[in-house]
């Protein structure tokens, strides 16, 4: 087994209503199904944007009710706590407003109401650049459930390279990124101070570096060529399933069934932790909605009770083991945790989903909560996606701004 990456979550029952600075992230309740946040263009899955862009939100309430839900969006500092500024400053408009836009599901078995929103929007409009946190409430106001997003501004050039790791013990599993920073129409007085990194890792809000200062500088350039302190576990390719014709068995779905909703039972996975690597092209991580014969995804998808089976013989005793993706915001529920079965031996759990393609993966968590993303092995081929995001917290300034973004891609690996 490899070495566990020390990231800590916090689970939140969905009677929570009230968070502090810390604990910004809230977990939807169990009927709340399929929410994303993505740039609103095609093939988008990442919440970054471009300051003047557009995000779009959607979610599914399978009470299907037809509540009425508000929105709420707060400036955040670079460590993800609620800026202690007022919203005019970041905002113009409401920074609090009802989701007008939704609609009733349609000949499906599960009923559901469909929630979209897009930001900004007539009613709201962003000023500054930064992280930013979206909360959804109920009529109570209190709060469902929590998404973060990042708005950028272009005023330096980020040039990222991904390369394998320095050391020679790591050279067969990590992956390490250099990162070079052009700003030759901004001035920075102290650098070192002023600047700051984050280096997400596909788009997984936990799988992060942070506090990264320059490291050289030369001219109007700084030069971040670090070892240990920008290297990451190279993972392994994410798993996938397509259910988009939910009546028949596909690539990976092994039966459908119907009973008070469909049920689709998943081929067997081995466990991959001890095999060497086999490329298997995915979107990392990453899911979207699709249903054929339909004419609108969005209300007419259906869901079904995904049966995942895993068969692993690695020494397990003291964690757990999780499914793993952004299809539930990387985020570790009782609905996700795998239970050993006695009677087949492998490890099992039901999640509900709606029609789509979806990438997924197995990870193990100790009892502190630490999790080991290379429970299904790690290494430096494996394809990942890496984002740079650039703070700039000028002198007297009250807020992180973001002024720049890169991204690279360990397809094109560097030696």
């Known amino acids: 087994m490899f070495k566990k990456i020390n990231i800590v979550f916090v689970i939140f029952i969905s009677s929570i209503s009230s968070f502090s600075q810390e604990e910004i992230d809230i977990i939807e309740p169990s009927y709340i199904k399929s929410v994303s946040l993505h740039a609103h263009k095609v093939n988008a899955f990442t919440p970054i944007i471009r300051f003047g862009e557009t995000l779009q939100f959607s979610f599914d309430d399978l009470e299907g009710d037809e509540k009425e839900y508000t929105y709420k969006v707060e400036h955040c500092t670079y460590d993800w706590k609620i800026s202690d500024i007022a919203s005019t400053i970041y905002s113009t408009g409401f920074t609090t407003d009802r989701i007008r836009n939704y609609e009733n599901s349609f000949n499906t078995y599960q009923d559901y109401t469909h929630y979209r929103l897009l930001i900004p929007n007539q009613n709201i409009r962003l000023k500054v650049s930064g992280n930013y946190l979206l909360s959804v409430l109920d009529e109570d106001e209190e709060v469902v459930f929590t998404r973060r997003f990042i708005v950028y501004l272009s005023e330096v050039e980020v040039g990222v390279s991904i390369h394998k790791a320095r050391k020679i013990a790591d050279i067969d599993t990590k992956q390490n990124i250099e990162i070079l920073i052009n700003h030759p129409e901004l001035l920075i007085n102290n650098p070192s101070e002023e600047i700051k ?168 968590v100790s009892e502190n909560l630490e999790i080991d993303t290379t429970f299904e092995g790690s290494h430096f081929q494996t394809e990942n996606e890496y984002q740079v995001l650039v703070y700039y917290h000028k002198f007297g300034s009250r807020y992180d701004e973001v002024i720049g973004f890169g991204s690279g891609s360990s397809v094109n690996l560097q030696n």
């Open 197 to 364: 990194l984050a280096i997400y890792k596909n788009n997984d809000w936990n799988n992060v570096k942070t506090n990264i200062k320059p490291q050289f500088y030369r001219g109007t350039q700084l030069i971040y060529k670090y070892g240990e302190e920008t290297t990451f576990w190279g993972g392994n390719e994410f798993l996938f399933f397509d259910s988009k014709d939910i009546r028949r068995a596909t690539n990976n779905i092994r039966r459908v069934i119907l009973n008070d909703l469909y049920e689709t039972r998943l081929y067997v996975d081995e466990s991959r932790a001890n095999k060497p690597y086999t490329r298997n092209p995915d979107i990392n991580g990453n899911f979207f909605i699709r249903s054929i014969n339909v004419e609108n995804t969005k209300i007419e998808a259906d869901y079904t009770k995904v049966h995942f089976v895993l068969e692993s013989y690695e020494n397990t005793v003291g964690e757990d083991l999780y499914i793993y993706g952004a299809f539930n915001n990387w985020q570790l529920t009782d609905e996700n945790k795998l239970t050993y079965n006695e009677a087949t031996k492998f490890y099992e759990t039901d999640i509900l989903l709606k029609q789509g393609f979806y990438n997924y993966t197995y990870v193990s």
